[in-house]
């Protein structure tokens, strides 16, 4: 009859199970072995708690690029000691018991997990997707088409990154005749009008963030 060593055998001498007090368990890896009471004699268990327990963490979150912020996930486990109620704690902060921690802006993410005999893991992330700068139309420039009948509008316009946000680029403009928003974009930076007014230009970066109103 083996030992039964929870659930990682391979750190384990098996051994005939004795009722003598002699130690069949390798002590290298084990905390303290108990033998369940019982009968003295027939079968016996040995009930073991390794020393070397570690939980096991990584983190996951979206990739695609976002105006919005991005969740990280903790993907943590410890199959033989188990984890403390409130096990994570997210860039130095207090342990908390949720797996899931809110990027606002983009960095350098870390988590440290601990588990029920007191051993820590951690694992870092890198948020580089997140775009939450409007872009900004910086002219609006007239000319005349060839037939003199029309005018060509055409808008000018840059989309910036910073330190905590990438940029996604522009990837639609619009010029509308009143002050709301459009919904519609074109792919193009120029546009043909043919009536006099008074005409508003717009621009969208990749991930949807809008200019501010400019008029022309």
Known sequence: NEIVCGKTTSTVESSVASFGGSSYANTAYCKNTTTIAGSNSGNGKVEITLMESYPEVSLSASKINTNKDVVIT???KD????LTSAPYSWNGEERVESKTYIATKNGTYTVDVINNYGRTETASIEINNIDKIKPVVESITQSVSSDKRTSILTLIARDDASSDYIATGIAGYAITTSETLPTEFQSSNTFTVKQN???????????GNASELVAN
């Open 197 to 207: 007014g008074t005409y508003y230009g717009w621009v969208k970066d990749a991930v």
């Open 74 to 76: 903790a993907n943590a």
């Open 79 to 82: 199959e033989v000691i188990g």
